[in-house]
C-alpha cells in the first residue's frame, strides 16, 4: 500500500473501535425493538453531531452541521437492528419455557442447543432439544423446527411473552478475526459512527441509522424520503461464502465459484444485487479511490440478497445508491466471522472516498 | 449445605473439557477436590480417580464402591481443509445441534472455533434437504490456514466452550453436566462423610471413558473388588422434546434405579432410607440396560450387588444440559447416609431368599 500524506490521518481500527463495536454486537436489539443499540450509538456519536433526532418508526437520524452549507448531500445508511425471536406463548409458567418465532432469516437448523438471552435485562436461558438417546437414525436427519423447540428460562419468572431474544454469544477477537453474533449489521454501524468523527470538504453527512431492515427494508424507507439525499451510501455486511466446494462430482466445477464474497480479500462492493443496481457513477468513485490508494476491494457476486439501499434508492425522484459491506461468515447464525483487516479497509475506503466525493460525480450521466 | 457452595463446586467441576479418553484436566480437578477428604488417592491404570477412605471397623472390612464417570463427550479434528476443520464424535452427539456451537479446539494451543454448516450449494445434493451430516460439517477457528496448520493436527479433541449459567432459583445450565453433576454429588457426599464414622470401607472412583466403553469402572471395580457398588449418573429430565415417559421432573427428586441392573434388595435398603431421610424419589424402571457404569460393572469378577442412583437432567449430550441443584443436594445426602450406615453384617441382610439362612 503507499503512504502519501492523505494516508497518515485516516481511520484506524485501535482498541478504542474494537471496544464499540464489542458494545453494538452485545446489546439486544432485534428488528422492532432497536432501543438498546440506538442509546449505544447515541452516547458514542453525541461530541460529533450538531443535531440528531429519532423518527416515528425509530431511526436514528444523525447531522454533522444543522444547516446545510454544502451543495451535495450524502446520506449514510446502517441498520441497528437484528435478527432474533420474539417469545409468542407461555408454554409452562412455573419452568419458564416459552414458543417463540423467528423474526428475520434464521435457518432453524442453526437453533438447537444454544444458549440465548431475552429481554431487556437480557435474561438468559436455552433452546434445548430432545436427548440424542430419545431419538431414532432416521429422526435425526429431520432438522427441528422452530414449531417443535422450546426457549427454556429454567423458571425465575425474567421473560414475558413478547419479549424479544437472540442468541447469547459473547464478542471475541480471535487472531485476526472477530466472531460475535449480530456483526450484521452492528459492524456498519460502528463504521457509520467512526466515518462521523471526520470532516469532509464538499459535502454534508447525514447518517441514518435504521431500524427493520432484516424485516423488509422499513426504516430505510422512511428515513431515505425524511433526509431526501442526492446520494446514498449503504454500509452492510454480507455473506462470504468462501468454504471448500463438498462436491466431488465432473458435472460440477472444481472449486467454489459461488462464494459472493471472501474473507481478506477486502471491502465488497455491490453492483447488482435482488433489490438495486448499485450507481455505476458511484462504483466507479469508489473502484478509483481504492485504486488510487492502494485499498484492497472486491466485487460482491451480482445475485440474491438485498441492502436498505433497496428502499433507498426508490424514495422521492430517485436517489442514487451504492452499498459497501465488510464480508462476514455465517450471518444470521449464533456466531458470525470476520477479519479486522476487512473492517479496516472498508472504513478507509468509504472515508477517502467521501474526502474525494464532490457533486462532480453526479455531473456525468449514468 | 450452602448453594453458593455447591454453585462453585460444580462451576469447578464442568470447567475442565475432560473428554473421553482425554481427562487429564477432570482427574487433576477431582484429585484437588478430593485430597483433603480421603485417605488415600490414586489413579487405575486407565485414569480412573480412586479415592479411599477407611472404615471404622476391625479388618477385614467389607468395601463399598460410589461411582460417578468424570468423561464428556465431545468432538475430534479428523482432517484439515484449506484452514476448516473437519469433525468426529466422542461419544454421542445429534448433528442436529452442532451448527452454531462454539466450541475449543485443544491443539498444540487452545484455539475458540465455530462449527458451521456450509451453504446448500456446497453439498452434494443428498446432504442439501434435511440435517447436514457431521461429515459435512467444518469448525471455524478465524485462523488462516497456515496458523491453522500450526496449532492443530488430526486427532486434537474439540470441546464445548464452557458456559455455566444459573438459571431461577435451583437450576444450573452447563456442557458436561452429564456427569459432572454427579461428580458433584459424590464430592459433597465425601464432604458430608468428614468428621463421621463408617463402618466399611468406602472407595469414591471418578471414572474414565464412560460414554465409550465403560472401561473405567468396570476396571476400577476390578482392582477394588467391593462388595458393593453405587453408581450416580444422570437420567432424561421431564422438558421440551422429552416423551413423559422417559424422563423424570427436573428438581423434584432423584431416580432409584430398578431392573436387572440394579440388586433388588439393594434398591429396597436405599428406598428404606430415602424414605426415612424425607428425600423425594422416583423408581426409574430399567428393563434391560441402565445406560450407566454400571451395566459393565455388576458382572466383574464374581459379581457385584449394584444400586444406580439418577439426577434427571435436561437437553442430554448437547451444550446445554440443565440440573437441579437441590437434586444434587438430595443425591449427595443419600449417598453419604448410606455409606455412613451401613451395617458391618449389611451384605448377610440381602441374600437372595432362597439362600439358605446360617
Not at chain 1, 478504542?16 to 452485545?26: P, W
Not at chain 1, 446520506?75 to 432474533?84: C, F, N, P, R, S
Not at chain 1, 422499513?218 to 428515513?223: D, L, M, P, S, Y
Not at chain 2, 467444518?138 to 490456514?145: I, K, M, N, S, V
Amino acid at each position: 500500500m503507499g503512504r502519501n500524506t492523505e494516508i497518515l490521518n485516516q481511520p484506524t481500527i485501535m482498541p478504542e473501535q474494537m471496544r464499540v463495536l464489542e458494545k453494538l454486537c452485545n446489546a439486544l436489539a432485534v428488528s422492532g425493538n432497536e432501543t438498546e443499540a440506538r442509546r449505544l450509538v447515541m452516547d458514542q456519536i453525541k461530541p460529533y453531531v450538531e443535531e440528531m433526532r429519532t423518527d416515528a418508526l425509530g431511526n436514528l437520524l444523525a447531522f454533522q452541521k444543522k444547516e446545510s452549507r454544502k451543495t451535495l448531500r450524502v446520506m449514510i445508511a446502517a441498520h441497528l437492528d437484528e435478527v432474533g425471536f420474539m417469545l409468542t406463548s407461555e408454554e409452562d409458567r412455573e419452568e419458564g419455557i416459552y414458543r417463540f418465532e423467528l423474526v428475520g432469516g434464521i435457518d432453524p437448523r442453526w437453533l438447537a442447543g444454544k444458549p440465548v438471552q431475552v429481554g431487556a435485562e437480557h435474561a438468559k436461558g436455552v433452546i434445548g432439544c430432545k436427548a440424542i438417546h430419545l431419538t431414532t437414525a432416521e429422526e435425526r436427519r429431520n432438522p427441528f423446527t422452530v414449531d417443535g423447540l422450546r426457549v427454556d428460562m429454567g423458571g425465575g419468572g425474567k421473560a414475558k411473552v413478547g419479549d424479544w431474544g437472540t442468541f447469547a454469544t459473547p464478542f471475541q477477537k480471535i487472531g485476526g478475526s472477530i466472531r460475535a453474533k449480530a456483526l450484521d449489521d452492528r459492524i456498519g454501524v460502528a463504521t457509520a459512527i467512526e466515518l462521523l468523527k471526520y470532516e469532509y470538504p464538499d459535502l454534508d453527512l447525514l447518517v441514518a441509522f435504521t431500524v427493520q431492515e432484516e424485516v423488509g427494508l422499513r426504516g430505510a424507507k422512511v428515513a431515505a424520503h425524511a433526509l431526501n439525499p442526492d446520494l446514498a451510501i449503504v454500509l452492510d455486511c454480507t455473506p462470504a461464502y468462501d468454504l471448500p466446494l463438498q462436491i466431488e462430482d465432473s458435472f460440477y466445477p472444481p472449486e467454489n465459484e459461488k462464494y459472493n464474497t471472501r474473507l481478506g480479500h477486502g471491502p465488497a462492493i455491490y453492483l447488482s444485487d435482488r433489490a438495486t443496481i448499485s450507481d455505476p457513477r458511484l462504483v466507479a468513485h469508489f473502484v478509483q479511490t481504492a485504486e488510487k490508494l492502494g485499498i484492497p476491494y472486491q466485487f460482491r457476486q451480482a445475485g440474491g440478497g438485498g441492502t436498505d439501499a433497496g428502499a433507498i434508492h426508490l424514495q422521492r425522484a430517485g436517489i442514487p445508491s451504492i452499498s459497501i459491506s465488510v464480508p462476514g461468515r455465517y450471518l444470521h447464525t449464533p456466531a458470525s466471522l470476520v477479519r479486522i483487516a476487512d473492517w479496516e479497509n472498508t472504513l478507509r475506503l468509504v472515508y477517502h472516498s467521501l474526502q474525494r466525493l464532490s457533486a462532480d460525480v453526479l455531473q456525468t450521466e449514468r | 449445605m450452602k448453594t453458593n457452595h455447591l454453585s462453585n463446586l460444580l462451576k469447578k467441576l464442568t470447567s475442565p473439557p475432560g473428554l473421553s479418553g482425554y481427562e487429564e484436566s477432570i482427574a487433576q480437578e477431582v484429585e484437588s477436590l478430593w485430597k483433603p477428604l480421603v485417605d488415600d488417592l490414586s489413579r487405575n491404570r486407565l485414569g480412573s480417580v480412586l479415592g479411599f477412605r477407611a472404615g471404622s471397623a476391625e479388618a477385614p472390612r467389607p468395601r463399598l464402591m460410589m461411582v460417578a464417570h468424570q468423561d464428556a463427550i465431545g468432538l475430534m479434528v479428523s482432517g484439515i481443509k484449506e484452514g476448516f476443520l473437519r469433525l468426529t464424535e466422542i461419544g454421542g452427539v445429534d448433528q442436529r445441534i452442532l451448527p452454531g456451537q462454539l466450541v475449543q479446539v485443544h491443539g498444540k494451543r487452545t484455539l475458540p472455533a465455530v462449527i458451521v454448516q456450509p451453504p446448500s450449494f456446497l453439498l452434494p445434493p443428498e446432504a442439501q434437504e434435511g440435517s447436514v451430516p457431521l461429515s459435512y460439517l467444518w469448525a471455524d477457528t478465524g485462523l488462516d490456514e497456515k496458523e491453522v496448520r500450526r496449532w492443530v493436527q488430526i486427532g486434537d479433541p474439540v470441546s464445548f466452550s464452557r458456559n455455566y449459567l444459573e438459571l431461577g432459583a435451583d437450576y444450573v445450565c452447563s456442557p458436561s453436566l452429564d456427569n459432572r453433576a454427579s461428580l458433584c454429588a459424590l464430592t459433597l457426599c465425601l464432604q458430608e462423610l468428614q468428621g463421621r464414622k463408617h463402618a466399611w470401607d468406602l472407595w469414591a472412583v471418578a471414572s474414565t471413558q464412560e460414554e465409550e466403553t465403560l472401561g473405567g469402572a468396570a476396571t476400577s471395580a476390578f482392582q477394588i473388588q467391593p462388595h458393593l457398588a453405587v453408581v450416580i449418573d444422570v437420567t432424561h429430565a421431564s422438558g421440551p422434546g422429552s416423551p413423559s415417559h422417559k424422563a423424570y421432573p427436573l428438581g423434584k427428586g432423584i431416580t432409584l434405579g430398578w431392573g436387572p441392573t440394579v440388586h433388588p434388595r439393594l434398591y429396597e435398603a436405599f428406598k428404606d432410607l430415602a424414605e426415612k431421610l424425607e428425600i423425594p424419589y422416583k423408581m426409574e424402571a430399567m428393563p434391560r440396560y441402565s445406560g450407566t457404569d454400571a451395566d459393565r460393572l455388576q458382572t466383574i469378577a464374581e459379581g457385584i450387588p449394584t444400586m444406580v442412583i439418577s439426577l434427571p437432567l435436561r437437553y442430554m449430550h448437547t451444550p446445554v444440559e440443565m440440573v437441579s441443584k437441590k437434586d444434587i443436594q438430595r443425591a449427595a445426602r443419600l449417598l453419604a447416609e448410606f455409606a455412613a450406615t451401613l451395617d458391618i453384617d449389611f451384605m448377610d441382610k440381602i441374600q437372595w431368599d432362597e439362600t439358605p439362612k446360617s
